[in-house]
């Protein structure tokens, strides 16, 4: 390590000694991502952006800091959001440079892995383990989807932490950037407590400091601790766990799991064909096909990597680079094996920081193996990264829109949410013959209050209002998503049950139902307007009145006017569109 090398503001923010290989990681990375930043909004880049206000606005970024800004619940990663809202600012909702950013933060993190791996390994093998991590198809999550930039931003402030303690460790300004990078990495994602971890270790590994560095990363946990709950005050997310299959079973269940989600992310690192969003699969029982040869298949992989570091150990070559290594991939695999419940049994932008480690080990492992016959190695290196890159370039093009994304990953497995999903942008493009067929597969599947309330829609629109009532008042009886979800949605269903009773001429059921939930929900402009309406057609035009005008004062627009003007035309009043 190159301990004693003068630190110059050029060398810490510009620390690309080797250029060439910096634009040979650009080259390779447009090249394998260009087609992915020209793609659409897909899944929870519109909840992130298009209906976020919070980052509409940069007067806003102060406010990221200090409490959660998602309509999702508690949500606390305020540096991922100030930079939706800079890229919001100057280029709105042009998908281009979100796009863009990413990849270039993907880009440069992938240099970054080049520079530290080659301190302990051959540059060539380096290169190519860093280039395997640029192009490989299970990091397209984590760099074409725009609402993954948490897993670029955390890993690049982590990545860049961890090479300036790796380069220039001893000096005191070294010490403060790497604990400001790795607070932004932090706040980026909750995740960063991985680089924080391996912070340490490389402390205790690498140098004499290892009280230091244990002091320097309690520092950073605590500065971020003193941030998000004593300033945000953004604790645990109140997550009901109904809605998420893994997340409603036992500790002892979640860990039934385990050897089958280990073996997704060895089984997809090694062949990377199916890749899908949002996987919420899970393993009930002890079988052979989904818990004993997965486990076994597991075993033998950690024997590998154990032997790997045994012989290293032997020949005195490397070891506590490959120990470290080794700890690097564990803890990144091990944050996600469910012991504490997330929100996806898998995701391929999960294995984006353990990835590394694996590569590391790689290289080592084969740095010692001397093959005598290097240019069939070279050969054989050139064509997975040809393949990978390939099937990178292909999947891409599954997340240019949502429907190519859901429609694709349906056939990887079934889910309900993405059957959902793909029924509203049916839906949206007109489409209602495929809607139906998807919004009556998400119910069969899992129903939701959402996915039922959808159904239910869906017979609005056309006038099948006796079974669009059936559908609202199964939603009604469900409680499966978080609580301020919950109320959103139940809110839409009430308004528009009650529309359907006001179009089956159920007026006292309407007002019933208006009466019974307005005094929870009274600042709801729509449920003025249906009470008013419900209250005209029963002849109670004063009423009628009064309530209408509450209506427009809390903003209601042309449609409450509308229904104001007949109120007081004594005109027959035309039923507004559920909402």
């Known amino acids: 390590m190159d301990n004693n090398e003068e630190v110059s503001f050029k060398n810490l923010f510009f620390p690309f000694t080797n250029l060439k290989a910096f634009f040979l990681f650009f080259i390779i990375g447009i090249f394998v991502y260009f087609n992915s930043l020209f793609n659409q909004f897909v899944w929870d880049d519109e909840l992130q952006i298009v209906r976020n206000p919070h980052i509409h606005s940069l007067s806003n970024i102060p406010i990221l800091f200090t409490r959660s800004v998602s309509v999702n619940g508690p949500y606390y990663k305020p540096v991922m959001m100030t930079i939706y809202s800079i890229i919001y600012f100057l280029f709105g909702y042009n998908t281009f440079f979100y796009h863009f950013l990413q990849l270039l933060l993907h880009i440069t993190s992938a240099f970054l892995v080049f520079v530290i791996l080659k301190k302990y390994i051959k540059a060539v093998i380096a290169l190519f383990c860093s280039l395997i991590f640029l192009i490989h198809p299970i990091n397209t999550e984590a760099v074409a989807y725009i609402a993954s930039l948490q897993e670029t931003l955390f890993f690049f402030f982590g990545i860049l932490s961890l090479y300036l303690i790796q380069k220039y460790q001893p000096k005191f300004i070294i010490y403060l950037l790497s604990f400001f990078l790795l607070l932004l990495s932090l706040l980026s994602k909750e995740t960063g407590i991985c680089f924080v971890i391996l912070v340490v270790i490389f402390g205790a590994i690498f140098t004499k400091s290892k009280f230091k560095f244990l002091i320097f990363g309690i520092s950073t946990v605590a500065s971020y601790s003193f941030m998000r709950y004593g300033v945000a005050h953004v604790f645990s997310a109140n997550t009901k766990i109904q809605l998420i299959p893994i997340s409603g079973l036992s500790l002892s269940q979640r860990i039934l799991n385990i050897p089958e989600i280990i073996f997704y992310y060895i089984r997809t690192f090694i062949y990377p064909e199916s890749l899908a969003i949002n996987q919420q699969w899970v393993v009930t029982r002890l079988d052979v096909p989904n818990f004993y040869l997965p486990f076994i298949l597991d075993l033998l992989f950690f024997s590998i990597l154990i032997i790997g570091g045994l012989y290293l150990y032997i020949i005195k070559n490397k070891f506590k680079t490959y120990l470290f290594f080794f700890l690097w991939f564990v803890i990144g695999l091990g944050l996600h094996l469910q012991i504490i419940p997330l929100d996806m049994t898998v995701a391929d932008r999960w294995f984006y920081f353990p990835m590394v480690g694996l590569l590391g080990m790689i290289g080592l492992l084969i740095q010692s193996l001397n093959f005598k016959r290097k240019y069939i190695f070279l050969a054989i290196?050139?064509?997975?990264?040809?393949?990978?890159?390939?099937?990178?370039?292909?999947?891409?093009?599954?997340?240019?829109?949502?429907?190519?994304?859901?429609?694709?990953?349906?056939?990887?497995?079934?889910?309900?949410?993405?059957?959902?999903?793909?029924?509203?942008?049916?839906?949206?493009?007109?489409?209602?013959?495929?809607?139906?067929?998807?919004?009556?597969?998400?119910?069969?599947?899992?129903?939701?209050e959402l996915n039922l309330s959808n159904l239910g829609y869906y017979y609005d629109l056309f006038g099948k209002y006796d079974i669009a009532e059936s559908y609202y008042k199964k939603a009604l009886l469900l409680n499966k998503y978080p609580?301020?979800?919950?109320?959103?949605?139940?809110?839409?269903?009430?308004?528009?049950?009650?529309?359907?009773?006001?179009?089956?001429?159920?007026?006292?059921?309407?007002?019933?139902?208006?009466?019974?939930?307005?005094s929870n929900f009274s600042n709801d402009k729509y449920l003025w307007e249906y009470l008013s309406i419900a209250e005209y057609k029963r002849y109670h035009i004063k009423e009628a009145s009064i309530d209408i005008q509450k209506a427009i004062q809390l903003g209601g627009g042309s449609e409450s006017k509308k229904i104001y003007e007949e109120i007081n035309n004594s005109n027959e009043i035309v039923l507004p569109p559920p909402q």
Do not use: C, M
Not at 419 to 433: G, T
């Open 483 to 518: 609580y301020a979800q919950h109320k959103v949605i139940i809110l839409s269903v009430y308004r528009r049950l009650i529309l359907v009773y006001l179009h089956l001429n159920k007026i006292e059921d309407a007002e019933t139902l208006l009466k019974n939930k307005i």
């Open 381 to 448: 290196g050139i064509l997975i990264l040809i393949i990978f890159s390939i099937r990178s370039i292909v999947r891409n093009a599954d997340w240019h829109d949502k429907i190519s994304l859901y429609t694709h990953d349906l056939k990887i497995y079934d889910s309900s949410e993405i059957e959902s999903n793909l029924a509203v942008e049916y839906v949206s493009i007109k489409d209602y013959q495929n809607s139906l067929i998807h919004f009556r597969k998400s119910v069969a599947l899992y129903p939701t």
